[in-house]
């Protein structure tokens, strides 16, 4: 979670971290890297709150190596059942020399001094040499042996950049299982981003190589092109075991599920092509394989997609299903909604779309409870209607009506060079809070002509991003409810707008 959120604009609430973190147990994740304390208070907070909460499973969180930094980290992860406190020093020399400014001897000095005051701390302690694979490995093995002479009980060897080819990553691996004295004591792990594509291969490498512990992310997301792929991993272990001798307890079932939540919370669209939860991994085009496929399974599928969470039940709802059967079908589904508030009004979403679909899938009801996860916080206003005219003659023109927290209608409406933009011109002339459209993506959430469609957007205000997402069959509807998403989190966060223009109207 902790790089994973690193990624360019993936930031998450505390309230998405913890739905996220919850999601991560069902997967069954032995460790969540849960944040990096010390360097902002929604961290410290997201790190304490499951250090506390949650259990069987260890909660990890990053530090950098100064003493208050440590204990910072320390502080917020304390009440963990397994906690791990994880530090950090780089050893390559373009580190060393540009960044830390150290000398290699000072470096070791620094190493040994930063792991015995975490070990005061904890009773578990991971540390990593930042930029293993541009560091001469014989100082990666002596800061390793450092590390372990003063207790640490994990030890990381990061590919931070990217840089490394998978044989190069597992000589590495090797040279450094073969001569660091005790490491056959602790637990080795592998980091690899995925700068040249290579995070996964790597890190199944390190597996070959002896490593116990992967650290990866869902999706890959991550700093810079992120990091390696959990699912890819998961299953390339699982579907390959002939070959790396080697599992995980991950419970596929919950791959794509956790796939969605983190590509819903974090804004970032899972590509279609993506190994394993990509909406095409198991959809076969062409004639012949078709063909293949319908004669026997095996002949194009290495991987079943119901054991990664993909395909199941299909036509099982309609616009006459009443709450029971869709509290029943959500319970399969494995989301049990407990709140009364929160069933009615996932009921009342899946009405609106059951009234335009003939047939209501698995699918369209996740991005019903997509759409819900998105407005995990304040809204302060609602889209309660929205009337568009366009065409190939005459102006784009748009008017809608939002309802404020306050129970206020405002109406206003916009011209625009296209539907979307006369949309968001007429919601700007309300909400008035002055923001730049940096994103904006278009994609079919369900097959067929009713499909859904679903948008998600990125907006930027005082040098903050904030994502936004909507789905409905109507495109330019899921436009303006992505755009309202958005803005009700910048609200939330940033405060301010209100209406300039609109007219107060009673309905
Ligand atoms: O990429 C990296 O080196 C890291 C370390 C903190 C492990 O994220
Ligand atoms: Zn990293």
């Known amino acids: 979670m902790r790089d994973g959120e690193q990624a360019a604009g993936g930031a998450l609430t505390l309230e998405e971290k913890i739905e996220v973190g919850r999601q991560l147990q069902k997967l069954g994740v032995t460790v969540i890297e849960a944040g990096f304390p010390s360097t902002s208070p929604g961290d410290f907070e997201a790190v304490q709150f499951m250090s506390r909460e949650f259990r069987d ?13 440590l204990s910072r980290t320390w502080e917020a992860l304390q009440d963990a059942e397994t906690p791990l406190l994880h530090t950090v020093i780089s050893t390559s020399d373009i580190h060393i ?16 001094h930063t792991v015995r005051f975490a070990r005061n701390l904890a009773p578990h302690v991971e540390f990593s040499t930042m930029d293993a694979t541009r560091s001469d490995r014989d100082f990666v093995v002596e800061v390793l042996a450092t590390a372990i002479r003063a207790g640490a009980t ?61 650290e990866c992310t869902v999706n890959g997301v991550g700093e810079r092109a992120g990091n390696a792929s959990l699912e890819e991993i998961v299953m390339a272990l699982r579907t390959r075991q002939d070959f790396y001798e080697a599992d995980t307890t991950i419970n596929a079932p919950e791959l794509l599920r956790t796939s969605r939540m983190v590509s819903a919370h974090m804004g970032m669209v899972v590509p279609p092509n993506k190994a394993v939860v990509g909406g095409n991994a198991f959809a076969h085009s062409s004639g012949l394989h078709q063909d293949g496929m319908l004669k026997e399974r095996t002949t194009y599928e290495i991987m079943r997609p119901e054991d990664v969470g993909q ?36 009921f009342q979403s899946f009405k609106r ?6 047939e209501i899938t698995d699918r369209d009801i996740e991005a019903i ?15 309660d209607l929205l009337q568009v005219t366009c065409g190939t003659d005459g102006i784009p023109t748009a008017t809608v009506r939002l309802k404020t927290d306050d129970g206020k209608m405002l109406e206003d ?16 002339r309300i909400v008035n809070v002055p923001n730049v459209l940096t994103e904006f993506t278009v994609s079919s959430v369900t097959e067929g002509i009713d499909a859904l469609g679903g948008v998600t957007i990125k907006i930027e205000s005082r040098g903050r ?28 966060v940033l405060g301010g707008g209100g209406p300039a223009e609109a007219e107060t109207v009673s309905v």
């Open 97 to 112: 020399d540009q960044q830390l400014h150290m000398t290699r001897a000072e470096l070791v000095e620094l190493t040994d």
């Open 311 to 346: 395909g199941g039940s299909k036509i099982v709802l309609g616009k006459t299903s009443g709450r029971h059967a869709v509290r029943n079908h959500l319970k399969e589904m494995g989301a049990e909604i407990e709140d009364d508030r929160v069933f009615e009004d996932i």
């Open 465 to 492: 991003a904030f994502t936004g997402h909507g789905s409905d069959t109507d495109i330019i509807v899921a436009s303006a409810q992505a755009y309202m998403n958005a803005l009700n989190r910048l609200l939330d």
């Open 57 to 69: 499973v260890e909660i990890a969180a990053l530090s950098g190596f100064k003493e208050e930094q």
């Open 353 to 358: 779309i059951a009234d335009r679909k003939k």
């Open 154 to 214: 994990i030890v990381n060897i990061p590919d931070t950049v990217g840089y490394s080819m998978p044989d190069e990553f597992g000589e590495l691996v090797s040279y450094c299982m073969d001569n660091v004295p005790g490491i056959d004591d602790v637990v080795v792990s592998v980091h690899c981003h995925d700068d040249l594509g290579h995070a996964a291969a790597n890190s199944l490498t390190g597996v070959m190589r002896g490593v116990t512990q992967v």
């Open 413 to 428: 409406a916009a011209l625009g060079d296209g539907p979307v933009h006369a949309v968001y011109q007429a919601i700007n």
């Open 369 to 383: 409870l997509e759409d819900r996860a998105h407005r995990a916080f304040h809204q302060t206003y609602e889209l």
